[in-house]
C-alpha cells in the first residue's frame, strides 16, 4: 500500500484494498478514515474502523464545498491518526488534505508546499481546480 505522511495525524494514500493493508493502518495508529473514491462498492471493505465517505469523480473540477466542510468536521472531531485515500491518491485524496492543512491555518503556498514535499506523487498543480474550493 502506498502513503505518505503529511502530519503526525495526516496520512494520505491508496485505497487499502487488502486485510494486510487494514492490519498496517492499524499498526500505524489509524484511528479513522477520510475516503474519496466515487463509487459506495468500494468504502475502503478491510477497514472495519470509522470511516467518512465522501464520494467524489476523478473530473478535475473544484471539489464540491459540503463534501470538504464535511471532511474537515469529521478530521477537526477525531481523535488519532487519519488515513485520507482515493484510488491512487494522487488529486482527490491530496485535495482533502490540502482543505484540511487550510482550515487548520496554513496559507495556501504553506500548504501546498508541505503536501508536494510529504507526497512527491501528487499530481496536484498550486492553480488546481481541485484546490479551487473556498470553505
Given at each position: 500500500m502506498n502513503f505518505d505522511f503529511i502530519t503526525a495525524r495526516i496520512i494520505c494514500g491508496a485505497i487499502p484494498e487488502a486485510s494486510s493493508d487494514a492490519v498496517l493502518l492499524q499498526t500505524l495508529?489509524?484511528?479513522?478514515?477520510?475516503?474519496?473514491v466515487e463509487e459506495p462498492a468500494n468504502k475502503c471493505s478491510k477497514w472495519n474502523g470509522e470511516q467518512c465517505f465522501l464520494p467524489q469523480l476523478d473530473d478535475g473540477?473544484?471539489?464540491d464545498t459540503e463534501l470538504v466542510k464535511k471532511g474537515i468536521d469529521y478530521f477537526k472531531s477525531s481523535t488519532g491518526k487519519v488515513y485520507i485515500h482515493c484510488w491512487e491518491e494522487r488529486r482527490r485524496a491530496p485535495a482533502m488534505v490540502y482543505a484540511i492543512l487550510?482550515?487548520?491555518g496554513m496559507s495556501k503556498e504553506s500548504a501546498y508546499s508541505l503536501l508536494i514535499?510529504?507526497?512527491?506523487?501528487?499530481?496536484?498543480?498550486?492553480?488546481?481546480?481541485?484546490?479551487?474550493?473556498s470553505v
Open positions: 495508529g489509524v484511528t479513522c478514515v477520510i475516503n474519496c473540477n473544484p471539489r487550510r482550515s487548520l514535499e510529504k507526497r512527491p506523487s501528487c499530481r496536484l498543480l498550486e492553480n488546481d481546480q481541485y484546490l479551487q474550493c
